[in-house]
């Protein structure tokens, strides 16, 4: 049973709105009525009365069920409209309906009234019941829409097999990449060829422990082709019925690594200036106190009664010492100026007109040799770099190439250059007589390190190589092997 009702009546005749009020009665239904016969009063009852349910004549003086509809369905009221004439025909029934009323009854039988305004009413009820409970889903559905979308971690959802089947906008904003681009693929697809084993790993963890946050590190790709650190967990929901899906949390890391790597390249460069610091203490104590102690020595004999050949020929020495002593002085200060910073802007530099500038440098010397250089630098445009510095990288090997020529074989360079990913590596190679790097290779960039004694040579070149190299940012790899030839790798970062 329902309790008291408010009904707006609309009818014209008090003795049709009698008959329906006993009706009503007989019934069961308990009510409060308010009866209006024209527009005026209807307006006003819809706003004042609050009704529960609205039973309408269709024929009135001056207004009918179908202007009364049009009122009604501009109101926010959420009730049920019944329409009560004396007769109807079928296609009216049906239009009537189209126009929004929820049933209609004949007067002459309204035995049928009191349960279709109870059917109405419960009707209207589990209605707006269903609807708040919508209305609480969607307030609890955007409540957790907000925090996902305005999260600056990323979380995806990925099935059992490893495709991707939601992501966050964070996800979306992470890598460029839409749901709609991504979920014909699978995961392991973005990830990094040296992270995919780690990624499977924890993916087996995962199955392993259900609801237990398995942390990860990978390189995830972009849309644009680069790749970015990204850490964070994956918790397997696969038993979950509402998920059915591995649940991933991940952010970039990208700036963290960068910074330990930084960090860590610091603490890498301040090991290499403490040996560094070893070798040239080491120069010091020996390669300048050698001259040093020399040329004290000769001005002491100086000092005794000798005969001219002899003041000459220590004359002579003290000449030599001096000047192995400007030498080492002139090539410290070389290797300083380099280690102490750039006195040099950078710039876009052509790697190809550098060797072209070498080539034209030492023009006697390659027709002497009968040089060969076979150049593949076509993919190789530009670096942005310090031009001199590169100058005397290039020019250091080529120099070295030709020096340490085989005998009766001319010599062949060949440099190229291709791009892989965000990095530009440059191939040098010759058919020189090569280096034991069994033997040498802790030393093989070492100041004052030389491999082949039969050539003249200071042990400069190679240090300086390196030297340069680690000043610009560069890095460079070897493979030699004795009479075989060289093979240098310089690596550049792309920006």
């Known amino acids: ?50 009704p529960d349910i609205i039973l309408s004549d269709h024929n009135l003086p001056a207004f009918n069920s ?3 509809l049009i009122i009604f369905s501009k109101t926010n009221l959420n009730i049920p409209f019944l329409l009560i004439t004396a007769s109807i025909s079928e296609d009216f029934a049906v239009d009537i309906l189209k126009r929004g009323a929820d049933d209609y009854i004949v007067k002459d039988r309204l035995e049928r009234l009191p349960s279709a305004v109870q059917n109405a009413l419960e009707k209207y ?20 829409r ?6 600056s971690d990323a979380i995806a959802l990925v099935n059992d097999a490893g495709n991707w089947i939601y992501q966050s906008p964070a996800a979306g904003r992470l890598t460029d990449f839409t749901l709609d681009e991504i979920s014909s693929d699978l995961i392991f697809d973005f990830i990094h060829a040296e992270d995919l084993d780690q990624l499977h790993l924890t993916f087996g963890l995962a ?14 790709r972009k849309k644009n082709g680069l790749y970015i650190f990204t850490e964070g967990t994956i918790v397997n929901l696969l038993h979950d019925e509402s998920v059915k899906a591995f649940v991933i949390n991940y952010r970039d890391s990208s700036k963290r690594i960068a910074a330990d790597q930084e960090r860590s390249k610091i603490e890498d460069d301040l090991r290499q200036r403490n040996r560094d610091l070893e070798q040239f203490s080491y120069i010091v104590s020996h390669n300048l106190r050698a001259p040093v102690a020399n040329i004290i020595g000769l001005a002491d004999g100086l000092q005794e009664q000798l005969s001219y050949p002899e003041q000459k020929n220590i004359t002579d020495y003290m000449v030599q010492s001096a000047s ?20 040099e802007k950078k710039e876009l530099v052509n790697v190809s007109n550098i060797v072209t500038d070498i080539k ?14 076979d150049l593949h630098l076509s993919n190789v445009k530009e670096l942005w770099t310090i031009k001199s510095y590169l100058y005397s990288i290039f020019f250091n090997l080529i120099s ?49 390190k030389r491999f082949h004694h039969h050539i003249e040579g200071k042990g400069m070149g190679l240090f300086m190589v390196k030297t340069q190299l680690d000043a610009i940012g560069g890095k460079i790899t070897v493979k030699s092997d004795c009479n075989q030839g060289t093979e240098f790798k310089l690596t550049f970062e792309k920006n």
């Open 1 to 50: 049973m329902i309790g008291t009702i408010k009904i707006l009546h609309l009818e014209d005749l008090n003795s049709d709105a009698e008959l329906i009020a006993r009706a009503l009665r007989k019934g069961g239904i308990n009510f409060e009525r308010l009866v209006v016969d024209n527009r005026t009063s209807f307006v006003k009852a819809l706003i004042e009365f609050s």
């Open 66 to 68: 179908h202007e009364a």
């Open 125 to 144: 009820k589990l209605n707006r019941d269903y609807q708040k409970k919508l209305d609480e889903i969607s307030k609890n559905e955007k409540y957790f």
């Open 146 to 151: 907000a925090l996902i979308e305005n999260s």
């Open 207 to 220: 199955k392993e422990q259900p609801n237990v946050p398995i942390p990860y590190l990978v390189r995830l």
């Open 324 to 343: 192995q002593l400007d030498h080492v002085i002139k090539d410290l200060n070389h290797v300083l100026q380099v280690k102490q910073g750039f006195s």
């Open 360 to 373: 034209l440098s030492i023009p006697q010397l390659i027709s002497a040799e009968k040089v060969t250089f």
């Open 400 to 448: 070295n190439s030709i020096k340490y020529r085989q005998p009766n074989h001319a010599p062949i360079i060949e440099i190229s250059g291709e791009m892989l990913g965000d990095q530009l590596i440059i191939t040098y190679k010759d058919n020189g007589i090569g280096i034991d790097l069994k033997k040498h290779g802790n030393d093989l960039f070492g100041l004052y």
